[in-house]
T-cell receptor, first 111, second 114 residues
Framework: GNSVTQMEGPVTLSEEAFLTINCTYTATGYPSLFWYVQYPGEGLQLLLKATKADDKGSNKGFEATYRKETTSFHLEKGSVQVSDSAVYFCALSTNAGKSTFGDGTTLTVKP | DTGVSQDPRHKITKRGQNVTFRCDPISEHNRLYWYRQTLGQGPEFLTYFQNEAQLEKSRLLSDRFSAERPKGSFSTLEIQRTEQGDSAMYLC????????????FGPGTRLTVL
């Protein structure tokens, strides 16, 4: 079956530091890949997505590239802000069906 | 576009009682999904609908759980004879309006079973 493995947290960074959250997946077929963000007290929000190999998703300074050869979709941001503190979930979806999520990585950014 | 809405936002019930949650998807979306999320975990898939047809159910969805989407618009998720292990956040998502796999999530219903 499908599975997503995320870098374990929590991750604590200083403002303006570089962020990487690792995500690898196992899937049958050709999945679409997603990063969702959950801010404290709020629901899941789509952060970015990529639908085929070598696609790069980007939003709000975050980027992730769909790497089929390494089955990875690592999330990066060059300079984090305090407002980026949240839980980040990597997910995949195949054939418009269910999504499979990782367990989430908690990011705390300190001023 | 008002987004996905869920009602209620919080539900506290006693063990053994039945509860029902409602989800209103984004209006042009034909797919609707239910997930369950417990503390420290990612969402786990429960079931999904394309229009009014229930196309897939997880093995997590015991006989006490039932979901409906009678007219292909809103959906309900009912849990009968609740157990303390049912305490979780129940998330609804919708998709299909843009031809991609993207799912848009509602705020969730937090269930506490005493």
């Amino acid at each position: 079956g499908n599975s997503v493995t995320q870098m374990e947290g929590p991750v604590t960074l200083s403002e303006e530091a570089f962020l990487t959250i690792n995500c690898t997946y196992t899937a049958t077929g050709y999945p679409s890949l997603f990063w969702y963000v959950q801010y404290p007290g709020e629901g899941l929000q789509l952060l970015l997505k990529a639908t085929k190999a070598d696609d790069k998703g980007s939003n709000k300074g975050f980027e992730a590239t769909y790497r089929k050869e390494t089955t990875s979709f690592h999330l990066e941001k060059g300079s984090v802000q305090v407002s980026d503190s949240a839980v980040y979930f990597c997910a995949l979806s195949t054939n418009a069906g269910k999504s499979t999520f990782g367990d989430g990585t908690t990011l705390t950014v300190k001023p | 576009d008002t987004g996905v809405s869920q009602d209620p936002r919080h539900k506290i019930t006693k063990r053994g009682q039945n509860v029902t949650f409602r989800c209103d998807p984004i209006s042009e979306h034909n797919r609707l999904y239910w997930y369950r999320q417990t503390l420290g975990q990612g969402p786990e898939f429960l079931t999904y609908f394309q229009n009014e047809a229930q196309l897939e159910k997880s093995r997590l969805l015991s006989d006490r759980f039932s979901a409906e989407r009678p007219k292909g618009s809103f959906s309900t998720l009912e849990i009968q004879r609740t157990e303390q292990g049912d305490s979780a956040m129940y998330l609804c998502a919708s998709g299909g309006g843009d031809g991609t796999d993207t799912q848009y999530f509602g705020p969730g219903t937090r269930l506490t079973v005493l």
